[in-house]
């Protein structure tokens, strides 16, 4: 249905699975012959819009579908602008659609008659008098898990009644909505589906879709859906070995999630890599960091830089250092309390093969 042209009457935005789906009124008569109530939606495919998955056929499954209290809202043209024009009462579902009684709301007062709402109940309730053929739009609302695709080409019975996808790669998906919560409806002067009608009745007598036959057409609408060049090489392998459309689209979508897959498996792959090289790096940085601290004390350093021979290996541990600094260092390990020149001389002292690194003199 076309939105309002008055930017205070726009509808408000569609939340995530819900829809809005019109249909033209039925009015079921009492046996008396008084209007009951009007059917409201008949549970047959219409074309809408569901909040996040776009431009959709919908058929709402009418053995699932439950109202979300036992009165609901009536507004004009799904406008929250008016404020409800009335409500609905009576209401019902079985396999032949969505019913309810209609109360609309009128003025009985001057001051009422300024209330938008209840001018556009006015307006509503006068051609319902004249018997305008209304259309009714109901709001219904499903869990994205409660929408069931129907795959183009192939069929599915919903409310005792077959409807078949279209094989065609431009047409709206179908879904069927389980579970759905009717949460208002509409009084509309023009329904989704007569304006679809219309649409469809003028694209088949003045802009007829171009056929399939040639397998470079069928390219062109399978790459509308799956866009790219790997795509585009591997729909050409499948047309040439005589696949279908429905088979090709099937393997499209494996292929997708093969390509996925490799593409994390690679990720993963380099992840292991870097932490790899992180640690090796990390290790090299805590040697340099040691070798560092080491300069700093040159006592420390000559420790760390002499080795006290084995004493199981049948070398004495008073073995002469390699220089007097080391043999100096091997002292304060010991617990040495001299240092300076006093150290040097104790070292000399016991290890005497290490004068020959100094001046005779000393």
Not at 14 to 30: I, T
Not at 117 to 129: D, N, Q, T, Y
Not at 259 to 278: G, I, S, V, Y
Request: charged letters at 20%; a negative charge.
């Amino acid at each position: 249905m076309p939105a309002a042209s008055d930017k205070n009457h726009t509808r408000p935005a569609l939340r995530s699975g819900q829809s809005r789906c019109a249909a033209p009124v039925s009015v079921v008569d009492q046996p008396e012959g008084k209007p009951a109530k009007w059917r409201l939606n008949s549970g047959a495919v219409m074309l809408t819009h569901i909040g996040g998955m776009g431009h959709c056929a919908l058929v709402i499954d009418l053995a699932t579908a439950r109202f979300e209290a036992t009165e609901i809202p009536m507004l004009r043209d799904h406008s929250t602008w008016y404020g409800p024009i009335g409500r609905w009462s009576n209401l019902s579902v079985d396999l032949t659609g969505i019913y309810g009684s209609p109360n609309v709301y009128t003025p009985t007062t001057d001051a009422e008659a300024q209330m938008p709402s209840l001018r556009e109940g006015a307006e509503v309730a006068a051609l319902i008098a004249r018997k305008h053929p209304w259309q009714a739009s109901v709001e219904a609302t499903a869990a994205l898990s409660d929408y069931e695709r129907i795959l183009p080409g192939q069929s599915a019975t919903v409310n005792g009644q077959s409807v078949t996808a279209s094989d065609d790669l431009d047409a709206p998906p179908l879904y069927v909505a389980h579970n759905a919560v009717i949460s208002e409806a509409s009084v509309c002067l023009f329904g989704a589906d007569a304006d679809t009608g219309a649409v469809a009745a003028s694209r088949s007598t003045t802009n007829p879709e171009p056929t399939m036959s040639k397998p470079e057409d069928r390219i062109v609408a399978l790459l509308k859906r799956h866009p790219g060049d790997k795509n585009a090489a591997r729909v050409a392998v499948a047309l040439s070995k005589g696949k279908t459309d429905e088979e090709i689209t099937s393997e499209l979508s494996d292929a997708a999630s093969a390509d996925a897959a490799a593409a994390l498996t690679a990720e993963q792959a380099a992840h292991t890599a870097t932490k790899t090289e992180l640690a090796t790096a990390t290790a090299k940085v805590s040697e340099l960091q040691a070798q560092i601290e080491a300069l700093k004390d040159p006592e420390a350093a000559a420790v760390a830089a002499t080795k006290v021979p084995d004493a199981t290996a049948g070398e004495s541990k008073n073995a002469a250092p390699k220089s007097v600094v080391a043999g100096m260092a091997i002292l304060k390990r010991e617990g040495s309390k001299l240092d300076g020149f006093g150290l040097r001389k104790a070292a000399l002292k016991r290890w005497p093969a290490l004068r020959k690194d100094i001046p005779a003199a000393v």
